[in-house]
C-alpha cells in the first residue's frame, strides 16, 4: 500500500494492514526518533522526517493504554509520549 502511494498519519486508523482488526497510528516525539532511531537519522541526514507507531489491538478490539487493555499489551507496544 505505501508502494502504492497511500500514506498514514497521526489518528489514523486502518483496517487493511491487520486481517481481522483495524491498526491505529501514533506520531512519535523527535526525543525518541533521535534517541532510538539512528539509523534513520543518519540516513535522512537535515532532511525532516516523521515517524509513526502502529499499533495493534488484542484479541478483544482492545488497544494500548485503554482502561481494558491487558497488561501484556501495554509492555508489547510501549506508547511514546
Sequence with gaps: MLAEGHTYGEGDVSGDILEGFSVRFRGVSRDLVNANLVQAEA???????????????????????????????????????
Design 43 to 81: 540516513f535522512y541526514g537535515d532532511r525532516a522526517f516523521a515517524v509513526l507507531q502502529l499499533l495493534w489491538p488484542d484479541r478483544d478490539g482492545d488497544y494500548p493504554c485503554e482502561e481494558s487493555a491487558p497488561g501484556w499489551l501495554n509492555d508489547r507496544q510501549a506508547l511514546t509520549p
